[in-house]
């Protein structure tokens, strides 16, 4: 590898905010429309143009998709070779495509493909990349981004800037940021770029890809959770927080106790070596509130907490608290839901 | 089968508390641990030992207080460990961090070619998923990340397959050794060191390279070589606490019909 240090970038020579358009099989991640949604703004703040990468095979429909959420322009990359996500040719597409096009700002999810995509994407560039971002401005004067994020298991947040190397790029927890309005009718400009690599340059094969839904427990998609402590006594009690999670349509959690006392599997576990969620409402049943747990869902809209303890340490981020005992408590919810939302909660 | 693990040494997240008035972090008094992650990569490079032979080196960088998870990686079954130390280091971020890792890699595949090596997913202390990534890229090896199972690995044929956590399910992928794997926890458990290795541990020597010991550019590492910058850190902004809905025990069908009111009246669930 040469050993030359680099000389000092022409900031200026970058220009644009961009998303990488995260899809699956032709299918978008949703979060490529939430960035599309922050991009704007930044976009905005800075004067320019809002851009989207889209990468894969069979994907050009997408592009409408993205300028109905607010892109520009789109940089389609169309290859067979690009069919299912593999890090060597999607990295090398997006870099080629940054190197060429010189964009300020890339924005990425956090999702498990975007964060292996990034790193790499990222050092390849020999540039900044920031994990995990709440927040992101940019600085009027400096006209930086301000990358904000939370660390230590969520007990600091810290700004990050990225000052003298482009892009500057961020990852984004999938449903942190909100959803744009999708404005069906809006057009932009559709840029067909070659990917350039030949399918024996690429290391790896993917030799098959196996779906499991129902399987897998999509905590961090979840729109409702319904959260079961070691407040639930035993393992028979967690039946009243899967009837409560039924009858509202939702999927349920635990907290760590919950799960190493055996009463549900650990791919239920919200918090710091759990899952991180955001549903609109989180129910913490039984649950104390210890700090772990709580930096794994305390950015939920709504909370709803349930705690014969009235100093539990819950009821501090909980919008609504209700002190008694859960074994009371909760059958009344689920009955009263179910009768409200015509469940069956068979 | 030469397999080498990053170890990170960690506080403790669950210590970490900010100076209210300073706004720096308060580190003092917090233990530290090894990354549990790399705990888990540490045993599946041993268990890699068992099955084909050869040895496991371990490398971490950090102060020398570090050394502690080199030692404890040694009593789960590891050979060599090599702490990557030096001031100079100090203030890297995960761009100059993978650099210096990868230089050290780089110097441990002199004296011994490397097959597999392994990394966390993530640390605990910044979760950020990018020294795995970073040090593959540099090497120019494949990279194989949130791996929950080593399907299989064939010396020979230069191959291993591994089952891949994706967002909607999971993927079997094969690919070219010399290879990068970033791991779950799921893809093993951890056993209890047993009494001869936790001996080796007590009495090993880590072996410590600084930047005269690896073939560093002195602007790519550090602060100098760190393109991100902490602007500033604070506390996060309290989530204001809420109301107590009365009822409660004395009348559970009352409390219950005013959460429904109240979450369909702010269109989070929707009224039939
Ligand atoms: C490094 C580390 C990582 C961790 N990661 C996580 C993590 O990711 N997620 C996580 O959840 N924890 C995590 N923990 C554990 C965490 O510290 C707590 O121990 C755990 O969250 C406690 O679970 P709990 O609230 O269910 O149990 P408890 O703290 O025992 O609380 C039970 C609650 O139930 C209430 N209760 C009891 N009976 C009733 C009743 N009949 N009706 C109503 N309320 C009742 C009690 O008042 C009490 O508040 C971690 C810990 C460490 C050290
Ligand atoms: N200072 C370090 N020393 C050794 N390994 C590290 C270090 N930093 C990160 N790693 C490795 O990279 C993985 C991901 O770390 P991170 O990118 O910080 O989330 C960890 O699980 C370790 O395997």
Redesign the pocket.
Known sequence: MPEVTKEVLDLSAYKGVWVFLEQVGGEAAPVSWELLGVGRKLAQDLGVELGGALLGYGVEHLAQEAFAHGADIVYLMDDPILKNYRTDPYARGMINLIRKHRPEIVLMGATTLGRDLSGVVATELETGLTADCTMLEIDPEKKLLKQTRPAF?GNIMATILTKDRRPQMATVRPRVMPMPARISGRTGRLVKEELGVQEEDVLTKVLELVKEPGKAVYLDKAEIIVS??????EKANFALIEELAQALGGTVG??????EAGWISADH??????TTVRPKIYF??????????L??MQTSDVIVA????PD???FKVATYGIV????K?VPALTREFKKRLGTTGA | MHAVVFVKQVP???EVRIDPRTNTLMREGVPSIIN?YDAHAVEEAVRLKERFGGKVTVISMGPPQAREVLKRSISFGADVGVLVTDRAFGGSDTLATSYILSQALRKVAEQEPVDIVLAGKQA?DGDTAQVGPGIATRMGWPQLTYVMNIISVDPDKREIVVERKLEGGKEIVKARLPVLLTVEKGINELRYATFPNLLRAARYEVTMWGKDQLAVDPGKIGLKGSPTTVGRIFPPPPREGGEKLPGGDDNPDQVAALLADLLIKRNLIADR
């Open positions: 298991g079961g402590g070691r407040g639930l006594g635990a907290s760590r106790a919950a799960v576990q919200v918090g710091q070596t759990g913490a049943i039984g649950i104390s509130g210890a700090i772990q747990h930096v794994g349930i705690n014969k303890d539990a340490a819950i008694g005992d859960l074994m408590i | 403790d997240s669950t549990p605990i």
